[in-house]
């Protein structure tokens, strides 16, 4: 099956099962026939996941906020040229695990007021928006208590603190009032399964209009 493509991110606070959810929609596409590339950020390409190295990786002050936003908007860019901009432009769905509204919440809204930065970089070296954005809303304790279940040696950003998920939660929310016709908001509580269930029914009118299309 092809048609135009179709670029959907997921996005959530740590610990809110986007990953799992990201997978499971990729999956589910490519049983219904569908041409689907399935990637995440950081990372994504080859130039990008050596820049997720970098950045999640070693001592928290290891980089200044600023050159965070460099660092991942430069992977993001090479993800966008390599990787998702080709899929695309072959007619591919593309499922994508975080995307700009990360760097806008994680960067931005949370460390110091870099949001304008965050922005105007965005314009400048990605301009542009996923067509959809799952975004999967959870109770931050529980977020909280899933991430630290899995700690590993990406912990640069990990263990933010039950304050700052709630201040992360809140600022996603925000982001979604505020790009109503691109994102979509799922309670991400509940069985695996009802999750996806909540997803595909979110989706299922972009699909249908792209068959129409
Ligand atoms: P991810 O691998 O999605 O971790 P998780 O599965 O725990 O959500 O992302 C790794 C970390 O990178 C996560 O804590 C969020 C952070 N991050 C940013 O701070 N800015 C960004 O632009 C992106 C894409 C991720």
Redesign the pocket.
């Known amino acids: 099956m092809t048609g135009p493509g179709l670029f959907i991110s997921f996005e959530?606070?740590?610990?809110?099962g986007?990953?799992t959810q990201a997978r499971r929609l990729a999956e589910t596409l490519r049983q219904g026939g569908h041409d689907v590339l399935h990637t995440?950020?950081?990372?994504g390409s080859k130039g990008a996941e050596d820049i997720?190295a970098l950045?999640?990786e070693g001592d928290p002050d290891r980089w200044s906020p600023e050159t965070?936003i460099l660092l991942?908007?430069a992977?993001?860019r090479d993800h966008l040229e390599r990787v998702i901009g080709p899929a695309l432009a072959a007619g591919r769905i593309v499922v994508c695990?975080?995307?700009?509204d990360?760097?806008?919440?994680?960067?931005g809204a949370t460390r110091g007021d870099l949001r304008g930065i965050v922005d105007r970089l965005h314009d400048l070296m990605i301009g542009r928006e996923p067509d959809l954005t799952i975004l999967i809303d959870i109770d931050p304790d529980v977020g909280l208590s899933r991430?630290r279940a899995?700690k590993g040696h990406?912990e640069?950003?990990?263990d933010?603190g039950a304050d700052m998920q709630h201040r992360m939660r809140a600022a996603f929310l925000d982001l979604a009032r505020a790009n109503p016709a691109r994102f979509r908001v799922i309670d991400g509580t509940g069985p695996e399964d009802t999750i996806a269930a909540r997803v595909q029914a979110a989706i299922a009118p972009a699909l249908a209009a792209r068959s129409a299309a």
């Open positions: 959530g606070i740590d610990g809110s986007k990953s995440r950020e950081p990372g997720r950045v999640l965070e991942f908007t992977a993001r695990d975080r995307f700009a990360s760097t806008r919440i994680y960067q991430a899995r990406e640069r950003f990990e933010f």
